[in-house]
């Protein structure tokens, strides 16, 4: 059988050579990474061969193939603390040792360790001289935590390998600097895009102090707007069910609770439901389900005059505000700590539309999600209303099927 190398490098040396059959594989996320070559192997028993160039660079070639599987690995960590973190990044952490994990943690939520410190738990004394791959810079700060920069020093560990730096101005590179003046090797920028993408709303935040804003629409094959959702979407496992869980917030009109529309609820296993956030715009009496107002988190009805609400209840609070533009609702949102809000349109018209209008004509949103439904036909009124004449380039579109729907999105430029 054809051989495969997989290279694992200890802490004395960077030449040691695993050899496994064709059908190992690194996983991760789903995607298999093959390291093969036969060349290599037969030039590996050359000793001449192993001391030139080209065989270094073959070496440093496969050990970043290496550490990109670790770092996703990081990542998969991570993402097993989805929807509990904020306003926290998602970070998990690996520890490697002689080509071995040896170690692994993920933050949980906030005001809880950090993944370094429950990886090193995990890892122990065998944390001496390991590596540690974690997805976001370690912190070198006290919050709520002790800085975990002490702790990966105090472990002894060899080797830092770090996804991205941490855009938090308390952090950006601070946690780095640290670990090189205790002589700590530090690598910065392995899988880097896969880590912004982890933590995508969390980074806008602290760029612009709002929050990371998704336009959420279905439309049917003939183009009209639905109210409705695809088969499966709101049950646990559909996109619609996971992105609630996602998010910090997700915003609805307040028209739509009139027609016994009921709180849209994430049905994911553990899910923390968000904020439901009801934009009551000429409207002076608002009732909400009351089954629904059991199940969620907290229920906030954001109008420009003041407003009956009802049934009463401690999970529901009304705010005023003087300018009921999208720019100064999200003022208020990130005001309040959250990273990010789902608009979830359902209607062509009221105010959610004039919401819309002001989000493009501001650049106030970063992604859209639109759900494509395999019927035709419709309201002859339920047509995509136009949000103005300027053109949005949109990037990084991705496409992907969920029973009899189809769902596209991309990111504004």
Known sequence: ???????????????????????????????????????????????SFRGSRKWRHQMLAALEKEDGFYMRRCVELAKRAVGCTSPNPMVGCVIVKEGEIVGEGFHPKAGQPHAEVFALTHAGSMAENATAYVSLEPCNHYGRTPPCTEALINAKV???????????????????RRLQEAGID?????????????????I??????????????????????????????????????????????????????????????????????????IIARNINKLHLPASSIESASHVLVIAENDICVEPKSERVA???LE????????????????CSVLLDFRENHGAIVELIKDGF????????????????????????PSFGEMMKNLKDFQSRSYNESLVVEGYFS
């Open 361 to 384: 004509r501001d650049g106030l949103f970063q992604k859209v999600v639109m759900e494509l439904c395999s019927v035709f036909g419709g309201d002859n009124d339920a047509s995509l």
């Open 323 to 338: 300018s009921m533009n999208l720019k100064s609702i999200l003022d208020y949102l990130g005001s309040r700590g959250l």
């Open 204 to 277: 806008h935040r602290m760029h612009t102090l709002k929050p990371f804003v998704t336009l959420r629409y279905t439309l049917s094959m003939d183009g009209r707007m639905l109210t409705y959702l695809g088969k499966g979407a709101d049950e646990s496992g559909g996109y619609y069910s996971k992105m609630l869980q996602e998010y910090d917030g997700i915003m609805i009109s307040g028209e739509l609770l009139s027609r016994n529309f009921t709180l849209p609820l994430s049905f994911e296993d553990g899910a923390n439901q968000p904020l439901h956030i």
């Open 158 to 176: 060899k080797k830092v390998i770090i996804g991205m730096v941490d855009p938090n101005p308390i952090v950006a590179s601070k946690g780095v």
């Open 186 to 202: 530090v690598v910065v920028g392995v899988e880097e895009m896969f880590c912004k993408k982890l933590n995508e709303a969390y």
């Open 1 to 47: 059988m054809a051989q495969v190398l997989h290279f694992s490098f200890s802490s004395s040396s960077r030449s040691q050579i695993r050899q496994s059959s064709l059908s190992s594989r690194f996983l991760s996320s789903g995607t298999d990474h093959i390291i093969t070559s036969v060349s290599i192997i037969e030039a590996g028993r050359n000793e």
């Open 318 to 320: 009304a705010v005023v």
